[in-house]
C-alpha cells in the first residue's frame, strides 16, 4: 500500500445556527459528522454527494479555513487540526485550493498577473521581474496568453478564469491539491478542457487531489478512488470502478442510477431508483443511519443504530460501505418485504 | 486586433464616464480656477499692489468711515478696515484648500483604516470601534470645537483636525459596512488558504475593493470641510485674524451688511461657488464609479410616464 499524505481521524463540523445567547442554548448544523478519510501520496481521491452534503466543509476544514469542532487532519504525519495561523503557513504551501465560483474567488480590482503571484509574494519567493517570468510561466503552463498578465478578471471568459485560479493553486507546486467543484460552474464544453487540465497537471507535478463534485460522471472521469458523502458523513468508499460495478450502499445506488446515459434503450433498461423525500435537515439528522428515513430498504435496526463504515459482502479492504443491508451484486435495490 | 479589445481597468472605465460629464468638467474647470487663484495669491497682491493686510484708511474708507464699493482701485470693493476684498479673497481661497483637502484625506484615511479593521476582525474589536464611530457622530460638532478651542486656542491645524475628527465616523461606517460584506467573498477565501495575513488580506485584497467609496468621500468631504471651518472661522475658532479666510470675512461683514452688500456677496459667492463647485464634482465621480445609479433613475422616469 502506498503511504497516505493526509490523514482526516473523525473530522467534525458543526456551525450554530443563531448565536448563542442567555436564552437559548443554541442549535447545530451538523455539517460534517465523524468523518475518517485516508489520501494517499498522488492518488486522486472524489467526493461526491448532493448539495449541502458537508463536502466543502469537509475541504474547508481539512485546509483549515475552518476551525474543526473535534478531531484531527494529519498531513504528512503532523497534525494540523489545532496550528495558529503562523504556525500553518509552511503547510499552507502545501495544500492548495480550487475554488467553485471561477467568479467569486478571483478579486475583482486585482490584475491577474498580481493575483497569479500573490502566493509567491506571500511566502517570498519571488518578486520583481523573476516574479514576474513565474507567472506568466504558469499563465504559459495552464494555457492561458502570458500577455494577458495585466488584464482584471473581468475580462476572461469563466474556463479562462477557473485556469487563473489553478494557476494560483499550483503556483507553489503544492503536493495536496484540493478541488471543491471545480468544474460545476462551468458550461459543460468548457468542463472537458479544465479537467483534462487538472488530469495533465496531475501527471507533470505529481499532485494529490482531493476532487469534489456532486456530479458523478464528472468524478469518475478523474478519480481513482471515490467517497460518497450523505449528510454529514461518508457512507461508502471504494476504488473508482468498484464502486461503479459494485456499490453497496442503497444512496450510492441511487445516486449511480440518476447519472442520464445518453442511450435510450439501455436508459430504459436499467433500474431506476427515485428516492422519495428530501434529505433530512442537518439540525436534527435522522437517528441511526441517517439515510433510513429515505432508504427501500431500511428496518428497525436501520434507525436505532448507525452501521459502521466497514468492509461489507466480499469485499477487498479498499470498499467500504456504511450499511447493515448491503446491496449484493445483481441483486435489486428493493427487497420483498419480508413477513414480520 | 489588440488595439481594438483594449484592457480597460474599472479605473480607467470612471475616468472615461467623468470626462464625458459635462458638468463633471465644468466643476473641474471651477475648481481649477480657484486653485490657480490661491495658489497665485501673492502674485495677485502684486500685480494690485495691495497686501492682503494693508488697511487704506484714505482711498479704502469713505469720510465717515464706510467701507468703499467696487472701483477701478477696489475690484471688489473693501472691507471694514478698508482691506482689498479681491485679494483677501485670493489669500482666503489657500486656507478654504488646504483645509478641504488636508481634513478630508485625514478623514478618509482614518475612516477606511477603522472601517477596514472593524470589519475584517470582528467580535470585540468591531464592538469597540463601532460604538466609538456611534460615540464621534453624536457628539455636539460646535460645543465640542468652542471648548476645544478654548483650551489649545485657535489655529489653522486645529480647525484640520477637528473637521477630520468630526467627519471620519461617517467614512468609517460605510467602509466598514462594505468591507463586511467583501470579508464573505470567496477571493478572500483563497487569500487565507494561500497563507495571506490579517494584514495583507485587509490592504491588499479589501482596500481596493472600497477604493471608489474613498474616492466619492473624499471629493464629497472636501466642501462640507470647506464649509465647517468657514463656520469655525465665522464663530472665531478657526483662522486668526488678520489672516483672511472666508468665514472670518462673512464675519466682519456682518455689522455692514445694510450699507456694504459687496462686503457679504463676494466672500460669500467664493463660498458657495467653491463648495458648488466640489459638490457637483463629487457627485459626478460617484456616478462616473457607480454607473448603474444614472440607469435606475431613468427607469425610475420611464416607469413614472406609463402611468
Known amino acids: 500500500m502506498t503511504e497516505s499524505l493526509l490523514r482526516v481521524e473523525h473530522l467534525v463540523k458543526h456551525f450554530p445556527t443563531t448565536a448563542r445567547d442567555f ?48 478531531g484531527r487532519v494529519v498531513f504528512e504525519g503532523h497534525d494540523i487540526s489545532s496550528l495558529s495561523d ?22 475583482p480590482r486585482r490584475r491577474v498577473g498580481s493575483i497569479i503571484g500573490d502566493p509567491f509574494e506571500i511566502h517570498g ?35 479562462q478564469r477557473q485556469r487563473i485560479g489553478i494557476a494560483r493553486a499550483i503556483a507553489l507546486r503544492p503536493d495536496l491539491l484540493i478541488c471543491d467543484e471545480p468544474v ?69 445506488r441511487a445516486l449511480l442510477s440518476a447519472i442520464p446515459i445518453p442511450d435510450p434503450d439501455l436508459d430504459s433498461a436499467r433500474e431506476q431508483i427515485v428516492l422519495s423525500g428530501d434529505p433530512p435537515s442537518p439540525i436534527e439528522p435522522p437517528s441511526g443511519c441517517r439515510f433510513h428515513p429515505r432508504c427501500p430498504r431500511a428496518e428497525r435496526i436501520c434507525g436505532v443504530d448507525e452501521p459502521p463504515l466497514i468492509e461489507r459482502l466480499l469485499d477487498s479492504r479498499d470498499h467500504l460501505a456504511a450499511c ?16 414480520t | 486586433m489588440n488595439d481594438a479589445i ?14 464625458r460629464d459635462r458638468w463633471a468638467i465644468a466643476a473641474t474647470a471651477a475648481i481649477g480656477i480657484i486653485i490657480l487663484v490661491a495658489v497665485f495669491a501673492p502674485l495677485i497682491a502684486a500685480a494690485i499692489e495691495h497686501p492682503p493686510e494693508a488697511q487704506y484708511r484714505e482711498t479704502g474708507l469713505s469720510p465717515s468711515g464706510i467701507p468703499v464699493g467696487p472701483s477701478r482701485l477696489f475690484l471688489f470693493g473693501t ?83 477637528v473637521i477630520a475628527f468630526f467627519s471620519w465616523a461617517t467614512v468609517g461606517r460605510v467602509v466598514r459596512a462594505q468591507a463586511l460584506s467583501i470579508r464573505e467573498q470567496e477571493y478572500i477565501r483563497a487569500a487565507r488558504s494561500m497563507g495571506a495575513g490579517s494584514m495583507r488580506i485587509m490592504f491588499v485584497e479589501i482596500l481596493p475593493n472600497v477604493a471608489a467609496t474613498l474616492i466619492v468621500y473624499a471629493t464629497l468631504l472636501i466642501p462640507s470641510s470647506i464649509a465647517f471651518e468657514a463656520t469655525m472661522s465665522f464663530l472665531g475658532l478657526g483662522v486668526v485674524p488678520p489672516t483672511p479666510s472666508w468665514g ?15 462686503f457679504v456677496a463676494f466672500p460669500g459667492a467664493a463660498l458657495v461657488g467653491t463648495t458648488l463647485a466640489f459638490n457637483i464634482l463629487g457627485d459626478s465621480v460617484r456616478d462616473a464609479f457607480d454607473p448603474r445609479h444614472d440607469q435606475t433613475i431613468v427607469v425610475d422616469a420611464d416607469k413614472e410616464k406609463d402611468s
Not at chain 1, 324 to 339: I, N, Q, T, Y
Not at chain 2, 6 to 19: H, Y
Not at chain 2, 86 to 112: E, H, M, N, P, T
Not at chain 2, 248 to 262: E, P, Q, R, T
Open chain 1, 23 to 70: 436564552f437559548r442554548s443554541g442549535q447545530h448544523v451538523h455539517a460534517v459528522d465523524d468523518v475518517s478519510l485516508d489520501v494517499r501520496r498522488g492518488e486522486t481521491l472524489g467526493l461526491v454527494g448532493e448539495t449541502g452534503c458537508g463536502k466543502s466543509t469537509l475541504a474547508r476544514c481539512i485546509i483549515r479555513l475552518e476551525r474543526l469542532t473535534s
Open chain 1, 86 to 107: 503562523s504556525e500553518l503557513r509552511p503547510y499552507r504551501r502545501r495544500m492548495q485550493m480550487v475554488f467553485q465560483d471561477p467568479y467569486g474567488s478571483l478579486n
Open chain 1, 125 to 159: 519567493m519571488a518578486s520583481g521581474a523573476e516574479l514576474r517570468r513565474r507567472v506568466q510561466d504558469l499563465m504559459d503552463l495552464v494555457g492561458l496568453n502570458p500577455e494577458h498578465y495585466n488584464r482584471f478578471p473581468a475580462q476572461f471568459s469563466g474556463g
Open chain 1, 184 to 252: 460545476s460552474a462551468l458550461d459543460v464544453s468548457i468542463r472537458a478542457q479544465i479537467l483534462n487540465l487538472l488530469r495533465e497537471l496531475q501527471r507533470e507535478l505529481r499532485l494529490t487531489m482531493i476532487f469534489i463534485s456532486h456530479d458523478l460522471s464528472v468524478v469518475r472521469h478523474v478519480s481513482d478512488r471515490i467517497a460518497v458523502m450523505y449528510l454529514g458523513k461518508v457512507i461508502e468508499i471504494a476504488p473508482g470502478a468498484n464502486l461503479f460495478e459494485h456499490a453497496r450502499h442503497p444512496y450510492t
Open chain 1, 324 to 339: 447493515h443491508f448491503p446491496v449484493a451484486d445483481g441483486e435489486a435495490l428493493v427487497r420483498e418485504k419480508s413477513a
Open chain 2, 6 to 19: 483594449r484592457a480597460r481597468g474599472p479605473w480607467q472605465l470612471a475616468f472615461e464616464r467623468l470626462s
Open chain 2, 79 to 161: 472691507d471694514g478696515l478698508g482691506r482689498d476684498i479681491l485679494v483677501r479673497i485670493a489669500y482666503g481661497a489657500r486656507v478654504s484648500l488646504i483645509v478641504g483637502v488636508l481634513a478630508s484625506g485625514l478623514a478618509v484615511a482614518f475612516g477606511a483604516l477603522v472601517g477596514i479593521v472593524a470589519a475584517w476582525f470582528g467580535g470585540a474589536i468591531d464592538t469597540i470601534l463601532s460604538r466609538l464611530m456611534d460615540v464621534v457622530l453624536s457628539l455636539p460638532f460646535l460645543v465640542f470645537a468652542l471648548a476645544l478651542v478654548a483650551i489649545v486656542g485657535p489655529s489653522l491645524t486645529i480647525s484640520i483636525v
Open chain 2, 248 to 262: 472670518n470675512m462673512l464675519a466682519d461683514s456682518i455689522a455692514f451688511y445694510k450699507v456694504a452688500w459687496w
